[in-house]
């Protein structure tokens, strides 16, 4: 019974949030048993281009450190930002969905050059939080029952909490810049005065992921009440 609950609750997950967020514990899981190394999966440029380790390229994004209270708290935003989009303003447009991984994957690949970080998932999920908080401006949020703010807020309050632990606000730094690249691209130079759309998600992608029916009667997870964590808990203003 247990497992069938499970199992369909898994499968409730849209598959974006579903692939990402399973590799990530999958892979953590074969560090903690001790079948993979941490050294075998972090960004390196040099054995990336010069030993042709390309599987670097992905793996850098899928390892958020051992068990623990870092693992768990990266995980819980990872899948509940990324559902929240995905059911969300990506609703019904995983092609678009996948385009936006690939693209905030590249520009941190690229940034990661230039910074001395060797995993980049922490970064990747402030990116996804960015665009939720964008693109969702009036959720008033309650982070640990502490602070009330608006979500646009959500990643700079984020970044805080990480200089209080006594991490490198980098990775936030860099999720930010990111996050917000992609989020001028797609929301607001297309509506400016002489804009206009720069990223389109390529056919290729749109045959792949994008299917043609919906379905009416699905009732996916609200993006405007969050909800279930109190370090990241939300509402619509006026709301009650």
Request: charged share 15%.
């Amino acid at each position: 019974m247990a497992y069938q609950t499970f199992r369909q609750e898994y499968l409730q997950v849209p598959p974006v949030t579903r692939a990402y967020t399973t590799a990530c514990v999958l892979t953590t899981a074969a560090v903690q048993l001790e079948l993979i190394t941490p050294f075998q999966l972090y960004f390196n440029p040099e054995l990336i281009f010069k030993h042709f380790q390309v599987w670097r390229l992905i793996t850098n994004y899928l390892f958020f450190g051992p068990v623990g209270f870092n693992f768990l708290f990266n995980m819980i935003f990872l899948y509940r930002y990324c559902r929240m989009l995905e059911e969300g303003s990506f609703r019904g447009r995983t092609a678009d969905f996948v385009f936006m991984f690939l693209f905030g994957g590249l520009l941190m690949t690229i940034f990661g050059l230039f910074v001395n970080l060797v995993f980049l998932g922490q970064a990747f999920t402030i990116m996804l939080v960015y665009v939720w908080s964008r693109r969702n401006p009036y959720v008033r949020m309650n982070f640990f029952g502490l602070l009330i703010f608006q979500a646009p807020f959500l990643p700079w309050v984020l970044m805080g909490f990480s200089l209080l632990l006594g991490n490198s606000i980098i990775v936030d730094l860099l999720g930010i810049a990111v996050g917000h690249i992609y989020f001028f691209l797609e929301d607001v130079f297309p509506n400016q005065p002489g804009g206009g759309r720069l990223l389109r998600t390529p056919s290729v992608l749109k045959a792949i992921f994008d299917t043609p029916e919906d379905d009416p009667n699905y009732n996916p997870l609200p993006e405007e009440r969050p909800g279930g964590f109190a370090w990241g808990e939300g509402q619509r203003l006026g709301g009650s």
